[in-house]
């Protein structure tokens, strides 16, 4: 009766990776328990949320490698994979949400979120007009939330600007606003299949884990430019920056319990350290305790099969 927060399956996201083909399952080894589905399988995926009151859905596509090239051109194909299981997700399950993520890293031979120069520094403002050409092709194809992982400036405010333009007036922006150069994302590169590609990392781009105040003038700046909601990502390590931008700006705020996350709760429980079930739902409910509308997790169907009990 005194409880202050609640967590219910409408607070979830379930991220999931598509594969190419046809009745096509691929575990990935470094994330137990969460495998990559050929479009019939996201199709299958999206019904389960649905029935279990999940409200949305995260795409990430697993590129064939003959697919990814330099400037990866292959996230502005309108029949790429991400674009056909947008399309059958909203034909077969349309009252599913579906969420897709902007930044070229699952599309690019060298597996960075943005294009690169001479020097592989990865460039801005050629890189924002890149994503303003995916962002449109996704909308176009029906994604109900736009979210750019990319962390180039000024590029939400030119999403904006062009789905306005093309009359996606519906469609809405998460922004990844205070996305740190993480330890923590190892597993879902392997998902997507970038992780043995990538050359450097992405600090140039992605914060700093010391700042704080950086992440608020990132969100302002977001908000500013036009984003619906904004996320906080990684999520556990980082709740003390969900805390302070909740406080700061009255927006959705969402976090992202990250693969390393995931595959570090799944490592204790095989290490007979934990117990599942409780360390599940304890760490959903300190994001919504930190402010957090919603949360994308791997455990999103796990976690509403329990709050169903
Ligand atoms: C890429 C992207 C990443 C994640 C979501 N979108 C990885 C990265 O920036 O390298 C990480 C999600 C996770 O680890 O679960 N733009």
């Not at 105040?213 to 500013?224: P, T, Y």
Request: aromatic content about 6%; overall charge negative.
């Amino acid at each position: 009766m005194h409880a202050e927060t609640v967590l219910t399956p409408a607070d979830l996201i379930w991220p999931l990776f598509i594969a190419e083909g046809d009745g096509v399952e691929e575990p990935i080894a470094s994330l137990p328990g969460v495998s990559r589905w050929s479009i019939d399988g996201i199709v299958a995926r999206g019904r389960e949320a649905r029935d279990l009151g999940i409200p949305c859905v995260a795409l990430f596509p697993n590129t064939p490698p003959g697919l990814r090239s330099d400037d990866g051109a292959e996230a502005l194909n309108p029949d790429n994979l991400m674009c056909r299981a947008i399309r059958a997700l909203k034909d077969k399950v349309p009252e599913i949400g579906v969420l897709t993520d902007v930044a070229l890293d699952p599309y690019t031979t060298h597996g960075h979120d943005g294009l690169v120069d001479a020097a592989g520094y990865v460039v801005n403002d050629r890189t924002a007009d890149a994503l303003v050409q995916q962002a449109l092709n996704q909308a176009r194809a029906g994604s109900d939330i736009i979210a750019p992982s990319d962390m180039m400036d000024g590029r939400i405010g030119l999403i904006r600007g062009a789905l306005e333009g093309e009359g996606h007036v519906n469609v809405q922006i998460m922004s990844y606003a205070a996305k740190y150069a993480s330890a923590f994302y190892g597993p879902f590169r392997d998902a997507v299949g970038s992780r043995g590609l990538l050359k450097g990392d992405k600090k140039t781009y992605q914060m700093d884990s010391a700042n704080a105040e950086e992440a608020l003038r990132e969100v302002a700046l977001d908000l500013a430019e036009g984003a619906d909601s904004v996320m906080v990502k990684p999520g556990l390590p980082y709740l003390d920056i969900i805390a302070r931008v909740k406080a700061r700006f009255e927006v959705p705020v969402f976090a992202y319990q990250v693969s390393g996350e995931y595959a570090m709760i799944e490592a204790a429980i095989a290490a007979g350290a934990a117990e599942r079930d409780a360390m599940v739902l304890e760490t959903l409910m300190a994001f919504k305790r930190a402010g957090c509308a919603g949360v994308l997790t791997y455990h999103a169907a796990h976690a509403a099969r329990l709050l169903a009990r």
